[in-house]
Structure formats: structure tokens, C-alpha cells
């Protein structure tokens, strides 16, 4: 039975969501506060948390960047506001999703379910053992140098090598521009910054089937990069 964690200080949508996923056989715990939040999913050993922006103690931003420091589960943002930039700031700290108030608890479950079947997926699909990286049809020999997607060879330059390796070993999280030519490039480059860029453009071009759409190294607007899992 999947454990899910709500983060919600409205006793009566806490209590709405709760009965619903209950009723759909999920095993739920309730917190009414960012810093209890924090406290269950550091300890809690969650499947997915469902993280209300606007709480006591601790706002869901900051309670989200300090979760995704710790765990990657998928984390579901509930919001008030319409405003694309709350969606955005929550997409670029590490949220998977997000669902504006009011909404119906059918959307919420279905959202839920749909989450965790990916993830879940995804966990089958990934394999961190040893010196090769393979997340959703990516393989990548650290040893070998070696990229394969869909079983197919690519061949990469260093850095495009580099900069992959860097994305694999750190999924889900956002980068900036600054913070990939600080990581990959470090003291051995002394170009300007907009390499990143290029280099991105040139790997999406190698390993996304269709580079205009990339479904690996997306664009977080106005904060970086990722690479989706």
C-alpha cells in the first residue's frame, strides 16, 4: 500500500483529501504545519507528499527545496494562485506537478495515481549499480565513456559526455547556467558562459528523439535545467 503524505493547514481540505485517497486504498498521514511536515518526510518513508504552498512555520517553497535536498519521491504542489510564476518557482525547485484550488479530490487521486505509477516505473527502469548510469532508456558507461539510447550509440564530445554524466547523476534537480559551467567545466575552461547553452543544445540534438520537445534536459523557465526522471 502506497504511503502518501499531506501538508495542508485547512483542516477541512486536509480531512476532504485524506477520506478520498483513503477510499482508494492509500495509507495517509496528515501534517498542519511546515516544520511537522518537514519532520514526517524526513522520517516518514513516504511514496508521495501532497504540499500546500501557503502554510504556518515553514512556507511549501522552502519546505520543497529542503525536501528535494534529501529525497526524490514525487512531490505534488497545491496552490491558490493562478499566477504562472508560483507554478514556475515550484516547477524549478522540484516539484512534479501542481493543482490550483479549488479543484475536485477525483482530479487529485487520479494525479496521485498517476504519479506514482511513473515513478514507479521509472525505479524499475534505473539502475545506479556499479559504473554504469540508466534511467528510461539512457545507458551510460562511466568507465567506457560510453552513451547508448534505446540501445543505439551515440557518440558525445568530453563535454557533452561531462555534462550528461553530470544530469544523470543529479536527476530531477534544477541547474543554473552558472552552476553547470561551474560543475563540468570548473577551472579547465576559461570561455564564456553561453557554452553551457550550446552544449545543451548539441546533446539534446544527440539523445532526445525530438530535440524541440526534449523529454531528458528540459527547460525550467527562468531558473536552469533538469534532467526528468
Not at 477520506?19 to 511536515?37: C, K, T
Not at 508521495?48 to 519546505?63: A, E, N
Not at 545506479?128 to 567506457?144: E, M, N, P, S, Y
Amino acid at each position: 500500500m502506497a504511503k502518501i503524505l499531506i501538508v495542508e493547514d485547512e483542516e477541512a481540505i486536509a480531512d476532504l483529501e485524506k477520506d478520498y485517497l483513503e477510499n482508494a486504498s492509500f495509507q495517509v498521514d496528515l501534517a498542519i504545519d511546515g516544520e511537522q511536515g518537514y519532520h514526517l518526510a524526513l522520517t516518514g518513508k513516504y511514496d508521495l507528499i501532497i504540499l500546500d504552498v501557503m502554510l504556518p512555520k515553514m512556507d511549501g517553497f522552502t519546505l520543497l527545496k529542503k525536501i528535494r535536498e534529501d529525497q526524490n519521491i514525487p512531490i505534488l504542489l497545491v496552490t491558490a494562485k493562478k499566477e504562472d510564476i508560483d507554478k514556475i518557482r515550484g516547477l524549478g525547485l522540484g516539484a512534479d506537478d501542481y493543482i490550483t484550488k479549488p479543484f475536485s479530490p477525483g482530479e487529485l487521486v487520479a494525479r496521485v495515481k498517476a504519479h506514482l505509477n511513473r515513478y514507479q516505473s521509472i525505479i524499475e527502469d534505473r539502475d545506479f549499480t556499479g559504473d554504469v548510469l540508466h534511467i528510461r532508456g539512457i545507458k551510460l558507461d562511466k568507465t567506457a565513456r560510453r552513451v547508448f539510447v534505446s540501445g543505439q550509440e551515440k557518440r558525445l564530445t568530453t563535454k557533452e559526455f561531462d555534462l550528461l554524466l553530470f544530469f544523470m547523476e543529479h536527476p530531477n534537480q534544477v541547474f543554473t547556467k552558472e552552476e553547470l559551467f561551474k560543475e563540468v567545466w570548473d577551472n579547465d575552461y576559461y570561455g564564456d558562459i553561453a557554452t553551457v547553452v550550446v552544449h545543451i543544445k548539441k546533446l539534446r540534438e544527440k539523445i532526445e528523439a525530438d530535440p524541440v520537445n526534449p523529454q531528458y534536459i528540459v527547460t525550467v523557465w527562468g531558473c536552469g535545467y533538469r534532467f526528468k526522471v
